[in-house]
């Protein structure tokens, strides 16, 4: 055995003072990514002038909105111990067919609906594939990620597909309650996939998977159906992304959301999903999704330049990855 | 027998913590060289935490490890191995993809041009190999060898790097009786060399035909040492170990019995091509006993539906179950605890109430689609008292858990089904204290006692005799032979399972 045989050896009863001493820092591992945000957020409102304001905490909020959503399943994916690559090609090619088929049929409602069936059919050959079979999710959806943005230059010719029916562009921009819409759908992805996560047999069963597979298929979890379900749900979203996307720029654009899924899988990993599966939290996901979103605001406000944004984001990663293996020696040790 | 000769190494007052548990306090013991000094204790005792320390992947809190006098201060295994130390864990470390010649040469392969050179080195490897009477082919890799011939490999390792402390953790635990064979023959050589060895085992027999001296762990603390093993019994070693008496370990008393609950018909899988047929009755526990790679493990995998089954038919209580197909077995309450705890049994990062839940929770819903976790709470903590599942509590993550726990928390699961009513285990006590075995046993009676079906693989023979109220032998993926409990003896149950033609030193060695 290469863990400890430890957890067992000490009776329950006479180690009340350990146990809470062992409760204690479970807390402050749950917690820490939320504290280090709190102290990044008061920090940058402190020094950064324009940072603390309605404003632009909202612009902040509607810029991440987009990874925000598909981090949710994502971090599924992850969880489960599987990998999606192709969620940015799906962003594309569900904006550009979204204003395609509004434009031929006149109705938005249409367009919407058939951009989602498509990113849903995108990930479901995602899952067939990889659960049926049993090829690398990383090989796969490095596949269909080529496939799916050649589809999105193929049907728009390369062009930018303008669309004409203003009411779209309500998605991207009208407001609710003083929130742009794309960001309550954020928050609605949060919650429901968070009480997914936690609350459902799906949820623990993503979980199981990614902890264990072969041990997961013999205690009777239905494997291959919740790995479909996985990637069939991520690409539905992905295609929801895609469209606010496309509302907000008001055309659908092949080359959009190019780098996206890495910007995703950063934001699932900064906050805590592990690679290795088994492990993963709502919360964490958001405060990653965050994290991201505030650094790479204070520095546009801060006028650096965007080359080097992509120094500070890789940076932040590899702390993050650090920090969590290092998190990971002390709990095996 | 070596008597005199100063401590070759010395653990002096160790102390280690994990967050939340005390693995070791205060614990001492010395190992002479030229001696064999065995080690014992249930799991969880602190057995394996110290060897971890002696092979540098833990540092001691409290104490320090000496050796020939000198204080030493590993911060990690290569200081270690520096030191002379080699500490062979159950899970061998090497390189499967690799030959024998290239494990052993690793990191140092003999080089000709800044190219491998091959022939010097097998040359080499041979000449080694054949001085210690280890009979390997180098250039086999070793994915193609058996448990017991890496085994061999990681030993030799050990000494061609010149270590002169030596400790091995239950090397035996899968060794088939000819590798032991070889391996204690190996130790004794060593012995006669002048290392010292520490031995770690839960086989009694092998701590009496290969020690010198022994030292018993309990909780994490030293309870015994002897210094000679002369006059010392079992049942002093058990009862230092458990910290009570353990009368009749396998405690077995007979049950009535009811109608035939599983019945398998003729069923065939890939790994088992010859068709299988049995029946096991309500209330009866049923007994596989072969050699590794008879066919047992195989053909239950077939059954449960784990593994592809090509033909043949499985009844539970009159109703087939459709082939291939794990759940639709375990909803006719058809289960299976799969031998390699590790890596099928467990979900080692989710929590033990997750781990004992993750099947049965899909009866008690709510709405179809959330899970009770109230429910959940209870029933994790009713197994968790009931099997006495030695864990800090329930949200425990149950990788950290000893061997025993894990599988009685494995048990739980299937216990938490509310139809049981065939339980096959495959293996269920390997690697796992008397104590925790005991209870195991207890488990299995009180299902059947409940009416339901048990079959139990084991390679154990007084285990299988001493719990089944029916053996069944299996040789070359065949059912060979079957014995009542009274017909079942040792020599008759174990030349029905010895391929025909096999030697007579097997069965002297069972």
Redesign the interface.
């Known amino acids: 055995m290469t863990e400890p045989n430890a957890a067992a050896i000490v009776p329950q009863r006479d180690t009340r003072e350990e146990r809470r001493r062992a409760l204690l820092w479970q807390i402050v591992d749950d917690y820490s990514l939320i504290g280090i945000f709190v102290v990044l957020f008061v920090v940058l409102s402190a020094t950064v002038r324009y940072f603390f304001s309605w404003d632009n905490v909202v612009g902040l909020a509607l810029s991440v909105s987009q990874i925000g959503m598909v981090a949710c399943t994502m971090m599924f994916c992850l969880a489960s111990r599987d990998f999606d690559l192709s969620v940015g090609s799906t962003v594309a090619f569900a904006g550009v067919l979204c204003a395609i088929v509004s434009n031929a049929t006149g109705s938005v409602a249409i367009g919407i609906a058939v951009s989602l069936a498509a990113g849903a059919l995108v990930g479901f050959v995602n899952g067939a594939v990889i659960a049926k079979l049993k090829i690398n999710a990383l090989i796969t959806t490095l596949a269909t990620m080529e496939i799916v943005r050649g589809l999105a230059f193929i049907a728009s010719h390369g062009q930018a597909v303008g669309v004409t029916n203003e009411s779209f562009f309500a998605l991207g921009s009208a407001e609710f309650i003083g929130l742009p819409v794309p960001v309550w759908v954020t928050l609605a992805c949060f919650v429901v996939f968070g009480v997914l996560l936690n609350k459902t047999a799906y949820g623990r069963n993503t979980l199981a998977i990614g902890g264990n597979p072969d041990a997961a298929r013999l205690a009777g979890v239905a494997v291959d159906r919740v790995r479909i379900a996985i990637f069939l749900i991520q690409g539905l979203i992905a295609a929801l992304a895609g469209v606010i996307l496309a509302s907000r720029i008001t055309s659908g654009q092949p080359n959009a959301g190019e780098g996206f899924e890495l910007n995703v899988i950063s934001a699932c990993v900064l906050g805590g999903v592990s690679l290795m599966g088994g492990r993963a939290s709502i919360s964490g996901v958001l405060v990653g999704v965050l994290i991201m979103g505030t650094v790479q605001n204070a520095m546009s406000l801060m006028n650096i330049d965007t080359f080097y944004q992509y120094l500070v984001r890789g940076g932040i990663l590899l702390v993050a990855v650090l920090v969590d293996q290092l998190k990971n020696r002390r709990q095996s040790r | 027998m070596t008597t005199s000769g100063s401590p070759r190494l010395e653990f002096r007052h160790i102390g280690k913590?994990?967050?939340?548990?005390?693995?070791l306090g205060d614990v001492g013991f010395q190992v002479r060289a030229g001696s064999v000094h065995g080690l014992l204790g249930e799991?969880?005792?602190?057995?394996?935490?110290m060897m971890?320390i002696l092979g540098g992947e833990?540092v001691p809190d409290e104490g320090e490890v000496a050796i020939d006098g000198q204080v030493q201060h590993f911060r990690s295994a290569a200081d270690a191995i520096a030191a002379g130390v080699a500490v062979i864990?159950?899970?061998l470390q090497y390189v499967p993809e690799l030959s024998v010649m290239e494990n052993l040469l690793l990191g140092r392969l003999p080089t000709r041009f800044g190219f491998v050179d091959r022939r010097r080195a097998l040359a080499w490897t041979r000449e080694r190999l054949d001085a210690l009477g280890v009979d390997l082919d180098p250039r086999a890799r070793l994915k193609q060898l058996s448990i017991g011939q890496r085994q061999m490999v990681e030993i030799v390792k050990a000494i061609l790097r010149d270590a002169t402390i030596l400790a091995l953790d239950e090397p035996t635990s899968s060794l088939s009786h000819r590798e032991t064979d070889v391996l204690f023959r190996l130790v004794r050589d060593l012995r006669a060399q002048g290392k010292a060895m520490i031995y770690i085992s839960h086989r009694l027999d092998e701590i009496f035909e290969l020690c010198d001296a022994a030292t018993i762990f309990r909780?994490?603390r030293k309870v015994a040492d002897f210094d000679a093993l002369e006059g010392v019994t079992r049942d002093m070693l058990v009862q230092r170990m458990v910290g009570r008496e353990i009368g009749d370990i396998f405690g077995y008393t007979p049950r009535t019995q009811g109608d035939v609950r599983l019945s398998v018909k003729g069923v065939a899988g890939r790994a088992v091509p010859l068709p299988v047929s049995f029946d096991v009755r309500a209330g009866e526990i049923v007994g596989f006993f072969g050699l590794v790679g008879a066919g047992r493990s195989e053909i239950m995998r077939v059954i449960?539906g784990?593994d592809r089954r090509t033909s043949g038919e499985v009844l539970v209580d009159g109703k087939p179950i459709r082939p291939s197909h794990?759940?639709d077995a375990?909803r006719h309450g058809l289960v299976?605890c799969?031998e390699d705890r590790?890596?099928?049994?467990?979900?080692?990062?989710?929590s033990v109430s997750?781990n004992i839940n993750?099947?049965a929770?899909?009866n008690h819903?709510v709405a179809g689609?959330?899970?009770n976790?109230r429910n959940e709470a209870r029933t994790a903590d009713t197994y968790i008292d009931r099997l006495r599942i030695?864990?800090?509590?329930r949200r425990?993550e149950i990788?950290?858990?000893?061997?025993?726990?894990q599988q009685k928390a494995v048990l739980s699961?299937w216990l938490a089904e509310k139809d049981l009513r065939v339980l096959i285990v495959d293996e269920p006590t390997r690697?796992i204290d008397v104590g925790a075995k005991n209870e195991i046993y207890n488990v299995l009676y009180e299902l059947a006692g409940r009416g339901v079906a048990v079959v139990m693989i084991s390679s154990e023979l007084p285990e299988v005799l001493g719990v089944s109220d029916r053996v069944v032998t299996m040789c070359r993926g065949r059912i060979t032979a079957q014995f009542d409990r009274a017909s079942a003896t040792e020599e008759n149950v174990l030349a029905a399972a010895l391929p025909e033609g096999a030697g007579s030193t097997a069965i002297r060695n069972a």
């Open positions: 913590t994990f967050p939340g548990v005390r693995a799991n969880g005792a602190g057995k394996s935490t971890k833990y864990h159950q899970e909780d994490g449960y784990a794990v759940r375990i299976f799969p590790k890596e099928e049994g467990i979900i080692g990062v989710r997750e993750i099947s929770r899909r819903l689609l959330f899970v976790d030695r864990t800090p509590h425990q990788r950290l858990l000893s061997g025993g726990n699961r690697g």
